[in-house]
């Protein structure tokens, strides 16, 4: 198994830019999650979805559009790049029966906005 | 509201006993966890405590006093390997992605 992974791991945009954050998951897991790491803040909640076609709103949703077609993939979109986007983005998944707190993260993408 | 707190950075020597604490306030507690997370990587979960008393796990501990909001994760036998970033975590409730709270994390540096 691969686990988690992302794409890309490194990402420089332009404000304004769009983009979108690659996430898959090889482990049939139900649950998968965005969240954005800043120095001093911690993890914070982007999205995350309970399943194919439900998605719902974490801590800080604004900017930020997903979808989940599939079980094993989870793309977070930027619709309009700002440089308060500048962080590094962790995707994660985890079994329904072991729920989030156990969550096996991917590598992240480190995104800077300039 | 949910609030975390531990310390920014801690030093220990190799071979040495640390603890790293953690103090919480939420609006509910359905448990607390650690994860460790070394400089460019992703946290992976050390952790898990819903009841008083102390988890041991190898040359982990990790403690929880709900009464007074207060966790700690006592690792011994520092080695140069355990300098990582430690994340204490918070679950208000179960169930939601939404109730599980990081604080900004403990910034561990073992010297020889």
């Known amino acids: 198994n691969a686990g988690v992974t992302q794409t890309p791991k490194f990402q420089v945009l332009k404000t304004g830019q769009s983009m979108t954050l690659q996430c898959a998951q090889d482990?049939?897991?139900?649950?998968m999650s965005w969240y954005r790491q800043d120095p001093g803040m911690g993890l914070r909640l982007i999205h995350y979805?309970?399943?194919?076609?439900?998605?719902d709103q974490g801590e800080v949703p604004n900017g930020y559009n997903v979808s989940r077609s599939t079980t094993e993939d989870f793309p977070l979109r930027l619709l309009s790049a700002a440089p308060s986007q500048t962080s590094v983005y962790f995707c994660?998944?985890?079994?329904?029966?072991?729920?989030?707190?156990?969550?096996?993260f991917g590598p992240g993408t480190r995104l800077l906005v300039l | 509201g949910q609030n975390i707190d531990q310390p920014t950075e801690m030093t220990a020597t190799e071979g040495a006993i640390v603890q790293i604490n953690c103090t919480y306030q939420?609006?509910?507690?359905?448990?607390l966890f650690w994860y460790q997370q070394h400089a460019g990587e992703a946290p992976t979960f050390l952790s898990y405590?819903?009841?008083?008393g102390l988890e041991e796990k190898g040359r982990f501990s990790s403690f929880l006093s709900r009464s007074k909001g207060y966790s700690y994760l006592l690792l011994k036998e520092l080695q140069m390997k355990d300098s990582a970033s430690y994340l204490c975590?918070?679950?208000?409730?179960?169930?939601?992605?939404?109730?599980?709270?990081f604080g900004s994390g403990t910034q561990l540096t073992v010297l020889p």
């Open positions: 994660a998944s985890s079994h329904l029966d072991q729920g989030w707190e156990t969550q096996y």
């Open positions: 482990m049939n897991h139900e649950y």
């Open positions: 979805s309970v399943g194919a076609g439900i998605t």
């Open positions: 939420t609006s509910g507690f359905n448990g």
């Open positions: 405590n819903v009841l008083d």
């Open positions: 975590a918070v679950r208000a409730l179960p169930g939601s992605a939404r109730q599980l709270t």
